[in-house]
């Protein structure tokens, strides 16, 4: 690159039913990295915006929902395939976010992408483990299988940016739920650019909807919302997640508190559990 | 000619209910410290039947110390020890079925051919199937070597006392909990008669602790710092208080609250087999059923024929004795849910529906209802939206699968659902899109301890049954 041309600032935007608005309330706020060197200004998404995403995401539900596991699980791959290629660009957004080195960096951005791929796995057997056929005392045919829970607002990590986010997302949406996630505030960049992974990615609009901003200003709204079903508390703190775990019942949403997590570990099938239904069909046998 | 039923009543002498009976803390029964006491009455009679006491905070605290001193060496025996205390308990349980069954009619109201032939078989089963669990717990599909929570809270209601007493404490001490139960206050005898149960079959003192007591009761015990997990069945309106209680702890929290289920029946039904499911799905224990058929969705093809056959069935319905050999329909559980089904239905014929039962002589005293259906409503009046947890339908009529499955999904609750056509593909089709725990095609109100039960939305979270019912009592 000649010294002498200015390089392109890209404008970072919301991502919420598949199109890149700004916040409506037009507010923005700056974001550093851990120096406290600039890096961009950040849309500060307000409780309009969490509504937005809400009708956004409960739009979605039922294409999503009703999509094939085996469908589901080649558009978790198709996010892998696409991170996949745009590495360089997180590898450096990841590093600037969250202070790392690059290979630090880069390490964090592979298991990201490795995680949609261990997702994407999942699609099609989470409901092989978490079925049953059930041996009733009688002449009936009786089933469990399991479906996604609905709409969930999720709190990504404060922390871990790009890789806890990654890791509290793919498990909502692998098994058919929406989502409404809401960014790590000091280090929304990385998330904010996901949205234009997941925007190439045949993910339907409005299956993951992603607001840059505070927790505690939107997570009492999505927490109070009769449209959410669920809400993942993770990048809450505590006194935020009990004063949100409180208003989450006015809907009875099942709610995913937070504890201490390794992103770098197996995930394990947990986060894909939280959020799914279990449901049971009888059905008599007879000729 | 028309046929007479004579009185068949089951005997009462094979039930011994003692005057008054203490709390069961620590293998022994004490009265409340306070010594408070409470009157359980039979609301077939209103007779009071005996005299409990009324657990309070410092109750609470002695049996959830009794609990979590108990849990330390139950938790420590091997799965196949814990297995056969609980295989002892079935057993009994078996044994004093008839007991336990009047017992139940007794203090409940419901009729002794359910709680002879639905209630008690439950029980015995669902006690007979978490032993088993007990020491195969590592292949139940949470990890190698799950643990148990510890001491567990569990707040019964009065529809099926004791089965939900199984429902809960089975399960619980399988994985290895301790539990404090607090059974509903107006049914309180035969979670007593299990303490004796539990003193017969030998079990360690402190694993199950029974408190009798009121809502405060309750309250207190979910509330306690020292339970590590809390179960409630009950109303939702209860359920999501107990949600805001627990916000902010550790403990693990299952609910299975109300319902509203729609039970759609389609034209090419066979009709008199959905008649059938119609009245079991809504008269079944007088209504008391959190999973209740309330809201019958027929065809519009087939709502003429389908309601006469119904009345006519609903006719033929006997209402009286609980403990009458014939009785279809019991007795409402308490004079204030007989108020709120009176009000209920007022409001369904204040608000335009048409109120329709079958003329029946009710006994004159204790807390009666006939067997009552309103056509003519609509998704807006009260008693399409509230559970009335009484023998009470509301009927409303749908011309196609999909406006079916629009109405019947149409509520805040998603407990269960039934589905009437002999079309499989159809059968299917609905099963998917209905937002319910459990769909019965063809069938209505079945229940097994293999089987999970439990709500989509405000109908709560958890299941209770089979392989999923473990894991409300496993740290996963």
Redesign the interface.
């Given at each position: 690159m000649s010294e002498s041309r200015l390089g392109v600032f890209k404008t970072y935007k919301l991502f919420v039913g598949g199109k890149f608005p700004r916040s409506e309330s037009g507010r923005v706020y700056e974001v550093t990295d851990p120096k406290g060197n600039w890096l961009a200004n950040a849309p500060l998404a307000s409780r309009k915006d969490a509504r937005d995403a809400v009708v956004a995401a409960r739009k979605a539900f039922g294409g999503w929902s009703g999509a094939t596991a085996y469908n589901r699980g080649q558009i978790l791959y198709r996010i892998a395939e696409m991170l996949e290629g745009r590495r360089e660009q997180f590898v450096r957004e990841v590093a600037e976010a969250e202070g790392l080195s690059r290979s630090k960096a880069a390490a964090v951005v592979d298991a990201a992408v490795d995680r949609w791929v261990w997702y994407a796995g999942w699609t099609d057997k989470i409901g092989q483990?978490?079925g049953?056929a059930?041996?009733?005392?009688?002449p009936?045919f009786?089933l469990?299988t399991t479906e996604p829970?609905g709409v969930v607002a999720v709190l990504a990590p404060q922390e871990s940016s790009f890789l806890g986010l990654v890791s509290v997302l793919a498990p909502v949406i692998a098994t058919g739920n929406t989502a409404v996630v809401v960014t790590s505030e000091r280090s929304p960049l990385p998330a904010l650019s996901l949205g234009e992974v997941l925007a190439t990615s045949d993910l339907p609009g409005g299956v993951v909807n992603v607001l840059s901003g505070k927790a505690a200003e939107m997570g009492p709204h999505l927490a109070a919302h009769g449209d959410v079903?669920a809400i993942d508390l993770t990048g809450a703190d505590?006194e935020l997640?009990?004063a949100l775990?409180?208003a989450?019942?006015?809907?009875?949403k099942?709610?995913l508190r937070p504890r201490d997590e390794d992103w770098s570990a197996e995930p394990g099938t947990?986060r894909l559990l939280a959020f799914l239904?279990?449901?049971?069909?009888?059905?008599?046998i007879g000729v | 000619m028309a046929f007479e039923y004579a009185p068949a009543p089951e005997s009462r002498s094979v039930v011994d209910i003692a005057p008054s009976y203490g709390l069961f803390v620590d293998g022994e029964f004490r009265p409340a410290e306070d010594g408070k006491v409470f009157k359980t009455v039979s609301p077939s009679s209103e007779e009071v039947l005996s005299e409990v006491a009324q657990a309070g905070q410092s109750d609470v605290d002695a049996a959830v110390r009794a609990a979590r001193k108990a849990f330390e060496k139950w938790s420590a025996l091997p799965g196949a020890e814990r297995a056969k205390y609980l295989f002892r308990i079935a057993r009994i349980i078996q044994e004093r079925s008839r007991e336990l069954a009047v017992l139940e009619s007794l203090d409940n109201g419901k009729p002794i051919r359910e709680s002879r032939d639905a209630d008690l078989p439950l029980v015995a089963a669902h006690f007979f199937y978490y032993a088993g669990w007990a020491d195969k717990l590592g292949h139940a599909g949470f990890g190698s070597d799950p643990k148990p929570l510890g001491v567990a809270g569990q707040v019964i209601p009065w529809n099926f006392p004791l089965l939900m007493l199984a429902w809960k404490i089975a399960p619980a001490l399988a994985c290895g909990n301790t539990v404090v139960l607090k059974p509903a206050e107006t049914t309180p005898l035969s979670a007593l008669f299990f303490a004796d149960i539990c003193r017969q079959a030998g079990l360690p003192k402190g694993v199950v602790n029974i408190l009798t007591g009121d809502g405060s009761t309750g309250a207190a015990l979910v509330a306690h710092p020292d339970v590590n997990k809390v179960a409630f069945t009950g109303s939702t309106e209860v359920g999501k208080a107990i949600a805001r209680t627990v916000a902010g702890t550790e403990k693990k929290l299952t609910l299975e609250l109300g319902g509203k289920a729609a039970n759609i029946v389609f034209e090419d039904a066979p009709i008199d087999q959905a008649v059938e499911g119609i009245v079991n799905g809504i008269f079944f224990n007088q209504g008391h059923v959190c999973c209740a058929g309330s809201r019958l969705l027929v065809q519009e093809s087939v709502q003429d024929e389908l309601l006469e056959a119904l009345k006519r069935r609903m006719s033929t319905l006997r209402v009286g004795d609980p403990l009458d050999k014939n009785t279809d329909i019991g007795a409402i559980n308490s004079a204030e849910q007989l108020a709120r089904i009176k009000s209920l239905a007022d409001s369904g014929e204040a608000e335009g529906a048409e109120r329709w039962a079958p003329r029946c002589e009710l006994p004159s005293t204790g807390y009666w209802f006939a067997p009552t259906l309103f056509t003519g409503v609509t998704q807006a009046h009260r008693i399409a939206r509230e559970e009335i947890f009484g023998p009470v339908l509301s009927v409303l009529t749908f011309r196609t699968p999909a406006e079916a499955v629009e109405k019947a999904n149409n509520t805040p609750y998603g407990l269960s659902a039934g589905i009437w056509t002999e079309k499989g593909s159809r059968i299917l089709w609905m099963a998917d899109k209905l937002r319910a725990g459990v769909v019965w095609a063809n069938t209505f109100n079945k229940f097994d301890p293999t089987s999970p039960f439990g709500g989509y939305k405000e109908s709560g979270f958890g299941r209770e049954g089979g392989r999923h019912g473990l894991e409300a009592y496993l740290n996963v």
């Amino acid at each position: 690159m000649s010294e002498s041309r200015l390089g392109v600032f890209k404008t970072y935007k919301l991502f919420v039913g598949g199109k890149f608005p700004r916040s409506e309330s037009g507010r923005v706020y700056e974001v550093t990295d851990p120096k406290g060197n600039w890096l961009a200004n950040a849309p500060l998404a307000s409780r309009k915006d969490a509504r937005d995403a809400v009708v956004a995401a409960r739009k979605a539900f039922g294409g999503w929902s009703g999509a094939t596991a085996y469908n589901r699980g080649q558009i978790l791959y198709r996010i892998a395939e696409m991170l996949e290629g745009r590495r360089e660009q997180f590898v450096r957004e990841v590093a600037e976010a969250e202070g790392l080195s690059r290979s630090k960096a880069a390490a964090v951005v592979d298991a990201a992408v490795d995680r949609w791929v261990w997702y994407a796995g999942w699609t099609d057997k989470i409901g092989q483990i978490a079925g049953a056929a059930n041996p009733v005392a009688g002449p009936y045919f009786n089933l469990s299988t399991t479906e996604p829970t609905g709409v969930v607002a999720v709190l990504a990590p404060q922390e871990s940016s790009f890789l806890g986010l990654v890791s509290v997302l793919a498990p909502v949406i692998a098994t058919g739920n929406t989502a409404v996630v809401v960014t790590s505030e000091r280090s929304p960049l990385p998330a904010l650019s996901l949205g234009e992974v997941l925007a190439t990615s045949d993910l339907p609009g409005g299956v993951v909807n992603v607001l840059s901003g505070k927790a505690a200003e939107m997570g009492p709204h999505l927490a109070a919302h009769g449209d959410v079903n669920a809400i993942d508390l993770t990048g809450a703190d505590a006194e935020l997640a009990t004063a949100l775990e409180t208003a989450a019942a006015d809907n009875l949403k099942r709610v995913l508190r937070p504890r201490d997590e390794d992103w770098s570990a197996e995930p394990g099938t947990d986060r894909l559990l939280a959020f799914l239904e279990t449901k049971t069909v009888w059905h008599p046998i007879g000729v | 000619m028309a046929f007479e039923y004579a009185p068949a009543p089951e005997s009462r002498s094979v039930v011994d209910i003692a005057p008054s009976y203490g709390l069961f803390v620590d293998g022994e029964f004490r009265p409340a410290e306070d010594g408070k006491v409470f009157k359980t009455v039979s609301p077939s009679s209103e007779e009071v039947l005996s005299e409990v006491a009324q657990a309070g905070q410092s109750d609470v605290d002695a049996a959830v110390r009794a609990a979590r001193k108990a849990f330390e060496k139950w938790s420590a025996l091997p799965g196949a020890e814990r297995a056969k205390y609980l295989f002892r308990i079935a057993r009994i349980i078996q044994e004093r079925s008839r007991e336990l069954a009047v017992l139940e009619s007794l203090d409940n109201g419901k009729p002794i051919r359910e709680s002879r032939d639905a209630d008690l078989p439950l029980v015995a089963a669902h006690f007979f199937y978490y032993a088993g669990w007990a020491d195969k717990l590592g292949h139940a599909g949470f990890g190698s070597d799950p643990k148990p929570l510890g001491v567990a809270g569990q707040v019964i209601p009065w529809n099926f006392p004791l089965l939900m007493l199984a429902w809960k404490i089975a399960p619980a001490l399988a994985c290895g909990n301790t539990v404090v139960l607090k059974p509903a206050e107006t049914t309180p005898l035969s979670a007593l008669f299990f303490a004796d149960i539990c003193r017969q079959a030998g079990l360690p003192k402190g694993v199950v602790n029974i408190l009798t007591g009121d809502g405060s009761t309750g309250a207190a015990l979910v509330a306690h710092p020292d339970v590590n997990k809390v179960a409630f069945t009950g109303s939702t309106e209860v359920g999501k208080a107990i949600a805001r209680t627990v916000a902010g702890t550790e403990k693990k929290l299952t609910l299975e609250l109300g319902g509203k289920a729609a039970n759609i029946v389609f034209e090419d039904a066979p009709i008199d087999q959905a008649v059938e499911g119609i009245v079991n799905g809504i008269f079944f224990n007088q209504g008391h059923v959190c999973c209740a058929g309330s809201r019958l969705l027929v065809q519009e093809s087939v709502q003429d024929e389908l309601l006469e056959a119904l009345k006519r069935r609903m006719s033929t319905l006997r209402v009286g004795d609980p403990l009458d050999k014939n009785t279809d329909i019991g007795a409402i559980n308490s004079a204030e849910q007989l108020a709120r089904i009176k009000s209920l239905a007022d409001s369904g014929e204040a608000e335009g529906a048409e109120r329709w039962a079958p003329r029946c002589e009710l006994p004159s005293t204790g807390y009666w209802f006939a067997p009552t259906l309103f056509t003519g409503v609509t998704q807006a009046h009260r008693i399409a939206r509230e559970e009335i947890f009484g023998p009470v339908l509301s009927v409303l009529t749908f011309r196609t699968p999909a406006e079916a499955v629009e109405k019947a999904n149409n509520t805040p609750y998603g407990l269960s659902a039934g589905i009437w056509t002999e079309k499989g593909s159809r059968i299917l089709w609905m099963a998917d899109k209905l937002r319910a725990g459990v769909v019965w095609a063809n069938t209505f109100n079945k229940f097994d301890p293999t089987s999970p039960f439990g709500g989509y939305k405000e109908s709560g979270f958890g299941r209770e049954g089979g392989r999923h019912g473990l894991e409300a009592y496993l740290n996963v």
